[in-house]
């Protein structure tokens, strides 16, 4: 069974961001420019054109978005509510999910959209998920003959929108992703005269009612897919009939099964995959240069199973570079074996990037290349791309070139291995190697750290946690993870791979997708500065986002009771990595240029710029085609969506697996600290597990609670005592959800003391809404069967989503 491999790099690297540094000869460190301070946002409440200008430009927002933008606080804040609502009541706004705000009939560049409607000339018609004022928009035919069944009535898409001269819009199919939203997941609850599928989703707020005669054969516990029929019933349930039985709630491994189905994971390989795998061959010399004497080795998690990279570092005998190093980088070839528009290829395309859960791993390419041929396995010949890079004694690269090899790892280390080593207690198997292999990675690295420490990446702290499987399928442990020097090594030299293959792409005038990470909006750095205003921590409103800034507030908070609540801040200040053919550099890593290289066994990016690289450097069959080319922004949409998907699969399935290995500790109690602040509750992580759990605003005490966005804290509104992001509490695990991952919390912590400075919290702001006369005061979210918040106005489960 695969194990669970940890993506190697930072939060900012490979997860969500990427990997590297350096440049071609005698070029300066390839960090971004210091940008300009933007000006500043009008403060106070826009009139209707301002504001309508502002959901134009944005695209999609809320209200909350639009308060942060115009520095609205108290009274300023409802009076945008009624504006809000006024303009949705006149349609020049139209809803976008259950917060969300958009201009009215607005179409996003790229969205996913339900077919839903065929016309008489058997044309098929979309419409955004979200938004009930969207307009239904005209499928386009498939202009390029793409290999795949075509869409249908209830298909799912992920679109680009495209205005036409006529005036009209078409829709053009970038990816299909299964399934529309008449499908749900659940689980078969059975009583005397029915049987019914309750949601998975807590999010989900009805269960369906099963009618086909099938229904009744089903187990209670039973996993199933159902689909909403479009039967009409004014009363009762939604009608829904079985399409599949998956699996048993009480498996042990049914957490990732619910997380792959209800994310549209896809699963295994066709035939013609299987087929094309099964034929590889092992690789010979020709037409590759020969690096079998390099004694690559490979550093990776213990339970790792492919190892798509292999390093080697030795000193440069250059004299004109002095206290140089020559640091090699060995990625496998996938491009190799998966060639464009192959079956391999197709399957690839479509999954975008292996899939990671604690108990299993849906990869990206059959087994027989994931964990054979593609893998740099110990002693085996095994074809590479790799990279021989140059060094000064200041950590910047002077040179690098690329070539095709075949090359055989001397050594599979663990990352555990690895540092003992380097610390002086060497086992059998790294004793041989410390002085010859070892010891120089780590010098080189020494000196590539210089480098990097000029270049000034963000130093954003993350604790990851290990969940241990056991044969049976069940928790074994949570453990935190070791962040060691082996990993922050590995880290730096596939980020300085990244960057070399980017550079050499863009300097050949090659299509290239770059990893791309913005700078930090307007909005998000004024909500940063408002709140260490409350701390007391001085920023200047002027001063434009920068990393080496953010290290410094970092830095100078780091031995403070403050630390942790910055760190989180500093986190959620920043923007998400993606995948794009337009670059505008790598603000979290702080580099100019900057593209995915490294991992072409689980990541689609990484075997287009295998191609690209190539291509450009006539290094033999498996370039770029002519339809990777032209597909190649959609290419990019794509797999940024996939990765996306795969993150939250991942996020999901962890949820529900620590809800289970918690579920037999309820009444325990735990430290933990508070994580977010919402006006429905306080989110509290786990100090023992890392599991994040609600704790509602009804079991904070008997008085009400402001929600202070500004300073992530909720405020009594007749003691000011204060529960602020980042404290340290001790909850009671009131219950935990297996099936939905849900975990509840009652406090057992005295909150803060008041801020004598802070105003009073205002009347009006309290918990979830504003209360209205005669209106029984709101305390919280209600909690139905299965411990999710119900609606306070339907009483239908399905509370806020964390």
């Given amino acids: ?324 190093w020559i640091v090699w980088v060995a990625i496998a070839d996938v491009a190799a074996y998966v060639r464009p528009n192959s079956a391999l290829d197709e399957t690839a395309r479509e999954k975008a990037n292996s899939v990671y859960f604690p108990d299993r791993v849906e990869p990206m390419l059959p087994e027989v290349l994931s964990n054979g041929l593609c893998s740099l396995r110990e002693g085996e010949n095994r074809a590479c791309l790799a990279v021989r890079m140059v060094f000064g004694a200041d950590g910047r690269k002077r040179s690098h070139r690329f070539v095709r090899g075949l090359m055989r790892s001397a050594a599979k280390l663990s990352y555990e291995q690895a540092q003992a080593a380097a610390d002086g207690t060497p086992d059998d198997k790294t004793g041989p190697i410390v002085a010859t292999i070892i010891q120089p990675l780590y010098a080189a690295y020494a000196v590539l750290l210089k480098g990097r420490n000029v270049r000034s990446p963000l130093a954003i702290e993350s604790a990851e946690r290990r969940i241990v499987i056991n044969p049976a399928g069940e928790i074994a442990s949570i453990t935190p993870r070791a962040s060691l020097e082996a990993h922050k090594l590995i880290e730096e030299m596939m980020i300085q791979a990244n960057v070399s293959a980017a550079e050499t792409l863009e300097g050949k005038r090659i299509a290239l997708i770059y990893r791309i990470h913005d700078t930090p909006s307007l909005e998000k750095v004024q909500a940063l500065v408002d709140f260490l205003q409350t701390l007391e921590i001085a920023w200047s409103k002027g001063e434009a986002p920068a990393t080496f800034r953010f290290n410094k507030l970092l830095a100078d908070t780091r031995e403070t009771p403050n630390a942790e609540i910055v760190n989180e801040v500093v986190l959620r200040t920043q923007m998400q990595a993606i995948y794009s053919t337009e670059n505008i550099g790598h603000f979290g890593l702080n580099l100019s240029k900057y593209a995915h290289f490294t991992s072409p066994i689980r990541r689609y990016a990484d075997l287009i710029v295998h191609r690209g690289l190539i291509g450009a450097l006539g290094l033999g069959a498996g370039g770029l085609s002519d339809r990777d080319i032209s597909k190649m922004k959609d290419t990019a949409e794509s797999i940024t969506f996939a990765e996306r998907r795969a993150m939250a699969a991942e996020r999901d399935a962890t949820d529900r697996y620590v809800a289970a290995f918690l579920a037999d500790r309820v009444g325990a109690e735990f430290a933990g600290r508070i994580t977010g602040v919402t006006r429905f509750g306080l989110f509290v992580r786990l100090d023992e597990t890392g599991a994040d759990g609600l704790c509602p605003v009804s079991k904070l005490g008997s008085e009400y609670f402001v929600h202070d966005d500004r300073a992530h804290a909720l405020v009594g509104e007749r003691t000011g005592a204060r529960w602020p992001l980042g404290m340290r509490v001790q909850v009671k695990l009131a219950e935990a959800t297996p099936i939905t991952g849900g975990l509840l919390f009652e406090m057992l912590s005295e909150p803060a003391a008041a801020d004598p400075n802070a105003p009073r919290p205002r009347l009006g702001m309290r918990a979830r809404n504003d209360r209205r006369p005669g209106q029984t005061p709101f305390k919280g979210p209600q909690r139905g069967p299965q411990g999710r918040p119900k609606n306070i106005r339907t009483g239908k489960k399905g509370g806020p989503r964390r």
């Fill in 1 to 324: 069974m695969p194990k669970t491999r940890a993506p190697k790099g930072s939060r900012f690297q490979n997860n969500p961001a990427g990997k590297p540094v350096g440049h071609s000869p005698a070029a300066p460190p390839s960090a971004k420019p210091t940008p300009k301070a933007a000006p500043r946002p009008p403060r106070g409440i826009p009139d209707r054109d301002t504001l309508l200008t502002y959901v134009r430009e944005s695209a999609e927002t809320d209200k909350a978005a639009i308060a942060q933008h115009f520095g609205l606080k108290g009274e300023e804040r409802r009076a945008l509510r009624q504006m809000l609502q006024t303009l949705e009541a006149e349609g020049a706004l139209g809803r976008r999910g259950r917060r969300g705000f958009a201009e009215a009939g607005a179409l996003p560049e790229v969205g996913v959209v339900d077919v839903i409607e065929r016309d008489n000339d058997g044309d098929l018609f979309v419409k955004l998920t979200k938004g009930d004022d969207a307009p239904l928009v005209a499928l386009a035919p498939d202009r390029k003959g793409d290999s795949g069944p075509a869409p249908g009535i209830g298909d799912r898409l992920l679109v680009r929108f495209v205005k036409l001269e006529s005036g009209e819009h078409e829709a053009r199919v970038i990816k299909s992703l299964g399934a529309g939203g008449q499908r749900v997941l659940g689980v078969i609850r059975k009583s005397r005269h029915e049987v019914r599928v309750e949601p998975v989703d807590r999010r989900s707020k009805d269960s369906l009612l099963l009618t086909d005669p099938q229904a009744h054969s089903l187990r209670d516990g039973d996993l199933v897919l159902a689909q909403a029929t479009t039967a009409e019933t004014r009363f009762g349930p939604k009608r829904g009939k079985l399409v599949e039985v998956i699996g048993r709630e009480d498996e042990p491994r049914a957490a990732s099964l619910i997380a792959i189905h209800a994310h549209g994971i896809p699963t295994g390989f066709s035939a013609a995959a299987e087929a094309e795998a099964a034929a590889a061959q092992a690789p010979t010399l020709a037409g590759r240069e020969d690096l079998r004497d390099v004694p690559f080795i490979t550093i990776d998690p213990a339970d790792a199973r492919d190892h798509d990279d292999a390093v080697y570092a030795e000193p440069d005998t250059d004299p004109k570079n002095p206290g140089g």
